[in-house]
């Protein structure tokens, strides 16, 4: 009877084991388990934040388009994987880089200071200062004219930690979602006043939405980066890459492409 009783308890434990040992090699990074699957290309997968065009966004038949998106392209071809792209909400890129069930993120990320005790960073790729926009029946001409008006920004954004700092100063209320292009619907439905963003993605919203806007004086933001999970091996490799790219024109091209009507 005992002796049953710790059979069925050991068996009960290893068959725990094995579903243990199944699910992490599920959830884990997928360039190092695809391998022993197939003879199929390795999958590097890369996560963003698909609401932020012309670095990230969906086409009309929902495919992942942009800028950041042809350069991942570009670099894990050169590195001879098949690339899969996650979309999740920006506030959760470091979270899931950290917890390594991702390759790396591009998703316009500023290479800041503050991300680097978490993260590593490629070479910047592009600089993008910040902007403050509005509905053209407004006339806010600079931080002064922002008292007590409302302003949206982007959860986890450096955005985000600057317009707690200025609205100390200069007295707005700060109003934050989670998606970028909630925060545009937002503002055209007038549940804010002002959106605070990256000055590429505003003048893009002040194009195609006739807004208006004034450049935020205080930036000093570092450019966007690559991130990857601190210690990746891949930051060095896609180094050499972004450099490669540099020389030989591609990212010019592809900066004609996607960011020459944003500028
Ligand atoms: N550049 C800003 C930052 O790094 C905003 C990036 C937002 N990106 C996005 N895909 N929504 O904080």
């Known amino acids: 009877m005992k002796k049953g009783l710790i059979q069925v308890l050991l068996i009960g434990f290893l ?18 388990n695809e391998s022993d699957q197939n003879d199929e290309k390795e999958v590097l997968i890369m996560a963003t934040s698909a609401d932020f065009p012309p ?39 470091i979270g899931a880089l950290q917890s390594g069930r991702v390759d790396f993120v591009m ?13 590593d960073f490629s070479k910047e790729y592009h600089r ?14 600079g931080l002064e004219e922002l008292e007590g008006k409302t302003v949206g920004v982007q959860l986890g954004t450096i955005q ?23 925060l545009i619907q ?3 439905s007038n549940r804010i006043d002002v959106a605070y963003m990256d ?19 205080t930036t000093s933001s570092p450019g966007m980066g690559i991130a990857f999970p601190k210690g990746s091996e891949l930051v060095e490799q896609v180094n050499e890459i972004l450099t490669a790219l540099e020389k030989d024109g591609t990212i010019d091209e592809l900066e004609e492409e996607w960011l020459s009507e944003y500028e």
């Open 15 to 32: 068959l725990s084991l094995l579903v243990a040992c199944g699910s992490e090699s599920n959830n884990g990074t997928a360039a190092n």
């Open 199 to 217: 000055k590429t993605v505003a003048t893009g919203y002040i194009n195609s939405q006739g807004l208006e806007g004034f450049d935020d004086p």
């Open 186 to 188: 937002e503002l055209m």
């Open 107 to 119: 998703a316009g990320m500023s290479a800041t200071e503050e991300r680097r005790q978490n993260v």
């Open 55 to 93: 670095f990230e966004s969906y086409d009309t038949d929902g495919n992942f388009e942009g800028f950041d998106i042809e350069i991942a392209k570009v670099i894990a071809e050169e590195l001879g994987y098949e690339l899969e792209i996650e979309d999740m909400s920006f506030d959760g890129l």
């Open 128 to 141: 993008s200062g910040e902007m403050f926009i509005y509905q053209p029946d407004e006339s806010i001409n």
């Open 160 to 182: 985000e930690e600057g317009a707690d700092v200025l609205s100390e100063e200069y007295g707005f209320e700060v109003k934050k979602v989670d998606d970028a292009s909630v």
